[in-house]
């Protein structure tokens, strides 16, 4: 069988369902076509395969275009849809049934689903026995004069079917254990594998890089390639994204859509470099790659054949380098979305504590959200340091109130904070006895930023309110 004549201009595509969101695995394949398109000066092809009617939607084809474009990752030609091609699928079909390499099949589901179980309890690979495949002109008319229920299958030779994947070198399939296969519910309805190699063709896809769970499908595009004379596109299959247990990744490990992690606070530039290391190594230590660089050192020759594990803990490193990268002010304009409406000054001020120690941008709201609140609400224990008695932490915020208390607020400034409270708490030996339960104070919570860092951005009003709030509850 002859193979797809690309000549200097490969052209690769990915081709998501629009009937769920966009799953990091079809990004991450979609990721290494772009990668390998442009790395070999081709082109990049969006197709949206919406053929199960039922259940493509609207939204989710919005949600796959947005995904991708969040990611940066540009298609050259498309959005094609499926939808709007049947007429080539109808082409294809009618040569296929003049041919007499395809037929109706009118087993009902039940006859069907009786037959696979009666394969099974033998221990067989549940396959179509070839009921249908040889009645007669006359039954076939008949049946579709009398709109019987049927689909068409493809009449699978007996012979192996072998070829070159890019990642896995050779495979070989035993097409006498596929049974005779559904490509179509009718004339204008193509099933998955036969509209894939319909639309490859038309569109003059050169290298179809996809997942390892297509490998099965693989052999019943390339015969139905070889009974419609179509040249036969190169092959590359990438390994499977697996949870931390080792088994196919799930929702039961996580969320598993792109647009889900975008609403976490993961950073599109963090998802593109760790998604490039999911099954891709480039032989070095470098673990930092903007897009640009991913696409000068990309290869499918690195690409390895088992699975790579997902890999959480690694995410967020990637995006916490991310996240400290970014301009205060760039970077509280990213987490504005997760805090209440503020000064941007005071925002900036806020984030800029905290971006030290931020995973993802959604951290930020727990983090912070002392500063907006009127009224803090936690147990008096957390004011306690150490074996401190409830007098002695009363006594501690008392001095803290009245050295606070002195500095104008012209002078409210860190420095100014710092400088005045650590003279006071070097005094005591342990500066603990003065700083924790003035911290507490003033955010309620068990680790903080410096209480000189957070006095400095609640004002001196907020502040000495606070301390005072606290000695109540004492």
């Known amino acids: 069988m002859k193979m797809f004549d690309f000549g200097k201009t490969p052209r690769v595509r990915i081709a ?61 030609e498309g959005p094609f849809r499926q939808s709007e ?4 699928y109808n082409k294809h079909l009618k040569k296929l049934l003049e041919e007499n390499k395809v037929y109706y099949c009118f087993c009902s589901a039940d006859e069907l689903e009786d037959k696979r179980q009666e394969q099974m309890s033998r221990g067989e690979a549940p396959r179509y026995n070839g009921k249908c495949r040889e009645l007669s002109e006359k039954e076939v008319e008949k049946n579709l004069a009398d709109k019987k229920p049927c689909i068409i299958r493809f009449k699978t030779p007996a012979k192996k079917v072998s070829f070159i994947d890019l990642i896995r070198g050779k495979v070989e399939f035993d097409a006498s254990l596929l049974g005779d296969f559904a ?38 595009q390339i015969l139905l390639q070889e009974a419609l004379g179509l040249p036969q596109p190169q092959y590359a299959h990438l390994p499977l994204i697996l949870g931390p247990d080792r088994s196919k990744l799930s929702k039961r490990h996580g969320a598993v859509a792109i647009a889900d992690y975008r609403k976490q606070g993961y950073l599109p530039e963090a998802m593109v470099n760790f998604m490039a290391f999911l099954g891709w190594n480039p032989d070095t230590e470098r673990e930092i790659y903007s897009l640009a660089s991913l696409v000068k050192e990309f290869s499918l020759k690195n690409v390895q054949k088992s699975g790579a594990v997902f890999n959480i803990k690694r995410l967020d490193y990637l995006n916490g380098f991310y996240l400290r990268s ?29 971006q030290e120690r931020l995973k993802k941008l959604s951290e930020i709201k727990g983090l912070t959200e002392f500063f907006f609140k009127d009224k803090l609400n936690y147990d008096k224990k ?24 002195k500095i104008d607020k012209k002078e409210w400034t860190r420095g100014n904070l710092e400088k005045s409270l650590m003279a006071e708490a070097e005094k005591a030996g342990d500066r603990g006895e003065l700083l924790w339960p003035l911290r507490v104070a003033l955010t309620g919570q068990e680790a903080s930023a410096p209480p000189f860092e957070i006095a400095e951005i609640l004002g001196k009003e907020k502040t000495l309110k606070r301390i005072k709030e606290a000695k109540k509850l004492l």
């Open 16 to 76: 998501p369902s629009p009937t769920g969101s966009l799953h990091i695995g079809t990004a991450r394949a979609a990721l290494f076509n772009y990668l390998f398109a442009k790395k070999e000066n081709g082109k990049f092809i969006l197709r949206i395969e919406d053929t199960d009617l039922a259940r493509s939607l609207p939204k989710f084809e919005k949600d796959i275009i947005e995904s991708l474009g969040w990611l940066g990752i540009k298609w050259d």
């Open 85 to 88: 091609r049947i007429s080539s």
């Open 183 to 220: 490509i179509a519910k009718s004339l204008d309805s193509p099933l998955y594998n036969f509209a894939v190699v319909v639309d490859d063709f038309e569109m003059k896809i050169s290298h179809v890089i996809r997942g390892e769970d297509h490998l099965p499908n693989t052999p019943k």
């Open 326 to 354: 970014k301009s205060v002010s760039k970077l509280a304009e990213l987490c504005a979305p997760y805090l209440p409406k503020t000064d941007k000054i005071q925002l900036e001020k806020i984030v800029a504590l905290y």
């Open 382 to 405: 957390l004011l306690q340091w150490k074996s401190m008695a409830d007098k002695e932490i009363s006594q501690s915020l008392d001095k803290s109130e009245k050295i606070l208390f």
